[in-house]
């Protein structure tokens, strides 16, 4: 995005616009040199910071001038943690439902036992899920949450690599 301080005007890449009377078309700003841009008074604008994760802000931005400015606003804590633990069990839910068949086969078919890997494999994901939402509750503030729902999930026995 430029910034046109003569005009008042911003003007993003890939859109057309005038000044002074004169039409630029939309691919102006995408073929011409930064000599070009600055004949015309254009400034590129730049961020005085960085956005937020959306997931735990809210994010606006003000622009002042050639320079954008964002304002990150924590979501509710106590909401955030809610959702994400949600999302904890659901992701566990996902991995094993696949694999459930070997509980329910060995409760009807007392002679049927799943291979070790696998008993271990479907034991680390609920161990995994529970270390991940008591850690998720614990989160005293964005920052803890956002280290908390870092999860990384076991591969299955079957798994080779990329």
């Given at each position: ?33 930064p ?14 910071n ?55 086969r ?14 271990t ?13 008591v850690?998720i ?26």
């Open positions: 995005m430029f910034y046109r301080e003569q005009s008042n005007q911003y003007i993003s890449e890939g859109t057309s616009f005038s000044i002074d009377g004169t039409s630029y078309p939309s691919n102006w700003l995408n073929m011409t040199s000599e070009e841009k600055s004949a015309l008074g254009l400034v590129e604008v730049t961020d005085a960085s956005p937020e994760d959306g997931r735990f802000y809210w994010v606006s931005d003000t622009l002042v001038g050639a320079v954008r400015t964002y304002l990150n606003t924590p979501k509710d804590l106590d909401g955030l943690k809610a959702t994400w633990a949600a999302q904890i069990r659901a992701t566990a839910y996902s991995l094993l439902v696949t694999t459930d068949y070997m509980d329910s060995k409760a009807n078919d007392p002679e049927y036992v799943p291979s070790a890997d696998w008993i494999w479907r034991a680390s994901i609920r161990t995994t899920a529970s270390e991940a939402v850690a509750n614990a989160a005293a503030d964005i920052a803890a949450l956002q280290a908390a729902v870092q999860v990384t999930w076991p591969n299955n026995p079957d798994y080779k690599g990329v």
